[in-house]
Structure formats: C-alpha cells, structure tokens
C-alpha cells in the first residue's frame, strides 16, 4: 500500500495486477474494500489468475498471456513484483517485452537451514530470473548479502522491511490496558501473549499453544490474530490439551494496534521469515519479543537484550522464555529497547529509499 501511495504522489498513474479470487489470505470483504479503496485513488485494478504454487502449471500459463496481454496494452514505464511465483512470471513478461522491473523479494523461500527441496525448487529459478531484473530488493541483511555475490541483477538494494506505520502503535489509547484485556475475553490479571499472522504451517502457532499447555497456568493467555488454513487445526489443539478457555483465535483484524495495547508480551514463533513486520509493530508499541531463531528476526531480535530467542521446534524453550518474561522489569527493559530500535523498520525511512529505486528505475 506503501509502494501504491508514494509512487501517486510522485506523479504515476498506477496499476495493480492481482488474483483477487483468492481468498487464502485475505477474506471477500476485504478484498472488495482494497478494490474500493484503488478506485478511490483512481487505481486501475487487474485480475491476474497468479497461485502461490509453482506446481499449479495451468495457472503459471494463465498468468503469463493474461501479464504478457496487459503490459503490451498499457505500455508500462517499469512494474515492480512481489511474491516468487507472480514475480518470476512478471519478470519473464517484462523480459519478453522489454520493460524495466523491480522485484522486491520478501525473504528467499532459501536460506541458511533451508530444507534442500527450496533450494533445488527456488534457487535456479531466481538465480535464472535475476539476470532479467533490473532492481532487485531484499528486506534482510542474509538475503541481501546472497543476492550481492550470487545474483546478476542490474541493482541490488537493501530496505529494511516494507516500513512500519510507528506512529500508530505509539498513540496512546484512551482505555488502559485493563480494559482492552475485557474487550478481548481475557482476564484483567491474565499475562496476554499476542500474535498476529496468518494461520498456516510456516507461522508455527502451534508451539506456543503447546508450551502454555506445559505451564498449567489458568493466568496465561494467548490471543492471535489472522486467518488461514490452520484455523481447524490451531482449535482443536487446544481443545485437546485443555486450555480453550486460555487461547484466542480473533481472526482478521483492523484494530491491531489495540490489541497489542492490552498485550503483554509479542510472540513471533515462525519457523521462516522474510523480516517479520509483526514483530516490527509489537516493539513499536513497546512489547518484549519472544521469537523463534529465524533468518527475519536476527535483523532485529538480539536474545537477552530485547527478546527471547528460541528454537522454533522446542517447547520447552517457548516455556522457559514465557516463564522468564512473567518478570514485569524484565519486560519492561525489552519493551523500552524495542521503541528505540523499532525506529529503524520506519515507513518514512523505507519510503525515502524506494523513492530513490523507482528515481534510478526511471532513468536506467
């Protein structure tokens, strides 16, 4: 949104081509609110039948002609691609047409510890698709350094993240945080865990449901909001180990900056990420970190100073930095280290250089 709303300031009549049948991720409602909000900003909007998955042949084919028909119509001066499948799509129509494009690549599905299948499945296919990229973008210090010796992109940046809105999770509410713990069905003496993500494997809720359950502790409650998949999954977990009562799936929310103001503590237990801008918005408004040891976080988690680092797969280590944060001067201490180095993740530093990419993609 970011991206759509600097390059309109900066003069550009902008598109957006996207599936926006899929429904995975983001409900109907808020797909025909995004749509709305595009009009409004006389966004042109254009359905584009891109899958998440590289195995889904008929869609990869179906993408390519309806991409390869849209920029031979519009004429584009450069598009910018996120996401792997519609970006290596979108590079091979630009390619194919002789159009400048930007790719911002929101953590390589390879990594350091990456099962092997990533990097046989995933590498050759970026490694192929970065000679036909004229600037490429990486969110994490791993992925840029890659990207810089292995890649043959015409330009390699870093931006720290897609830039978080701050100021939002500064703001200081009228109710206390009490009184959000109400609102959310929590106990007002409760320790509120929150994360905030789409339910789906990679996000590795599940370990942290299972280390509350080892705490037999009626006082700890966990909130997490988003959708996907693992919904079913994730409530029945918790049923079988007896703590419903405790967990709280509040699916998609608008109002995230209040729930981490009725929060405690932030958990990002993902197993991989590209940054993890969730986390960013949970040290911006003042939350200690508990995180799983994941390329995204080493960006900005460091363990003992302003979070907890743990093992994605360990229970035991999700129990003990639980128990170890019950401790308010220790959240404190992180809380207000997270405020200061939040600063870093802002959208008006992430915004200052894209304008500087889209200036030097203008003139390549």
Known sequence: MENIRLLLAMGYEVHVACNFYDTSVWSKEKISEFISRMKALKVHCHQIGFSRSPGDVKSLFQSFRQMDSLVKKEGFQF??????????????????????????????????????????LYYPVEWLCSWWTDV????????????????????????????????????????????????????ED?????????????????????????????????????????????????EELGITSQIHLLGYRNDIEKIYAASDICVFPSIREGLGLAAIEGMAAGLPLIVSDNRGAHDF?????NALVCNPQSVSEFVNAIVALKDRNMRAKFGERNLVISEKFSMDKTNKKMKRIYLLCSKI
């Open 79 to 120: 598009v910018h691609c996120h996401t792997p499948v519609a970006a290596a799509v979108g590079r091979v129509v630009c390619h194919r047409n002789h159009m400048k494009v930007i790719y911002t690549a929101h953590g390589f599905h390879f990594y350091s510890g990456a099962p092997l299948k990533n990097w046989l």
């Open 301 to 305: 988690a460091v363990n003992m100073k």
């Open 190 to 238: 409760a320790l509120l865990l929150v994360s905030v993500g789409e339910l789906n494997l990679n996000k590795n809720h599940q370990v942290v449901i299972r280390a509350i359950a080892k705490l037999n502790d009626e006082k700890i409650h966990y909130v997490i909001a988003g959708k996907g998949s693992e919904y079913g999954n994730l409530k029945n977990l918790s």
């Open 136 to 187: 490429l973008i990486t969110i994490n210090r791993e992925d840029y350094s890659r990207a810089k010796k292995g890649f043959h992109a015409g330009q390699v940046c870093y931006i720290p993240g897609v830039g978080a809105d701050i100021s939002r999770f500064k703001i200081k509410l009228e109710y206390q945080k009490e009184n959000g713990k109400k609102e959310l069905g929590v106990p």
